[in-house]
């Protein structure tokens, strides 16, 4: 099974290269490309996972279509534009239209996890907002709450009240941005209830086009934007299971590493551990067999 780690695309301009996408310009478009890189303590490994970048390609597609009807987003199509290499791009590739991205990321918590936990354990709060004590770890709040945060080049994004992101983007931008990921996780969160999946948060990117709308861009709940949790294991009161490349942060924690590059060499077993779980994430959510 192919492995796309590095994408080159002769004649086609790069516009940037993230940890795991490439986006090109395609002139009054872009092209997105999500290669199979992983990466872990904010170190991309050497090794990819075999289909993940089908993967996010294909459950942001499923949502994008889902809610297109009432949330405008950035894509066109899935298809490999003409003249590019079918073979290498298939199943991973977004045409999608250009928008200035807002400076912030959206993030919508309905269970307390991560950085939110750590926040409340330390100072009773969530994003800034006072919450009730008692709270346990990976426990459902009483509500969904937009959390935003900084969008930072390197390292983790920082998180911030809704007022200082206010004061970034805008009183009115704010409103918007934070209403539409409130009602899209709400959506997205019953949804995937049916599925055997709870999504305990997830991250949005909006973007700014050229008559002041928003759209929803990027990637979209995915199992590298969001926390998946199985539903039938669930047990709040600590750390859950994910659909995600928990498999190699267990196993990065076993080992005597510094966090930092160079990354130690993965085993098979746990980059196909990971594949299982991404291609599970896709199957429960999509209720389809990946490629087919």
Excluded at 111 to 122: H, I, P, T
Excluded at 133 to 154: C, I, R
Excluded at 224 to 231: C, H, K, M, N
Aim: glycine share 10%; hydrophobic share 40%; proline share 7%.
């Amino acid at each position: 099974m192919k492995v796309l780690t590095s994408i080159d695309l002769p004649g086609v301009a790069r516009l940037s290269t993230g940890k795991v996408r490439e986006i090109f310009d395609l002139g009054d478009r872009l092209l997105m490309v999500a290669s199979d890189r992983v990466s872990a303590f904010d170190v991309v490994m050497r090794e990819g996972v075999p289909r993940k970048g089908e993967v996010l390609t294909q459950i942001s597609k499923f949502w994008f279509d889902k809610t297109a009807d009432w949330l405008p987003n950035h894509l066109i199509t899935c298809d490999v534009p003409e003249g590019l290499p079918e073979d290498l791009l298939r199943g991973r590739t977004m045409v999608v239209r250009k928008a200035k991205p807002l400076p912030i990321e959206c993030v919508v918590r309905g269970y307390l996890s991560g950085s939110g936990w750590k926040e409340y354990r330390e100072l009773g709060t969530l994003a800034g907002e006072r919450l009730p004590k008692g709270l346990l770890e990976s426990g459902e709040l009483p509500e969904p709450m937009f959390t935003p945060a900084t969008k930072e080049a390197t390292g983790h994004d920082i998180n911030i009240t809704c007022e200082d992101a206010a004061q970034i983007v805008g009183e009115d931008v704010f409103r918007r941005a934070r209403d539409l990921s409130l009602r899209l996780y709400g959506v997205a969160r019953d949804y995937a209830r049916g599925r055997g999946i709870i999504v305990a948060d997830t991250k949005f990117e909006f973007g700014v086009m050229a008559d002041g709308s928003l759209i929803i861009i990027d990637e979209v709940l995915t199992p590298d934007s969001s926390r998946f949790w199985p539903a039938d294991g669930y047990r709040p009161g600590g750390s859950q299971p994910s659909f995600d490349k928990q498999p190699l942060r267990d196993y990065l924690e076993g080992l005597d590493w510094d966090k930092r590059p160079p990354p130690p060499t993965l085993p098979a077993e746990v980059v196909g551990a990971m594949t299982a779980r991404y291609v599970e994430a896709y199957r429960r959510i999509t209720g389809r067999e990946l490629g087919a």
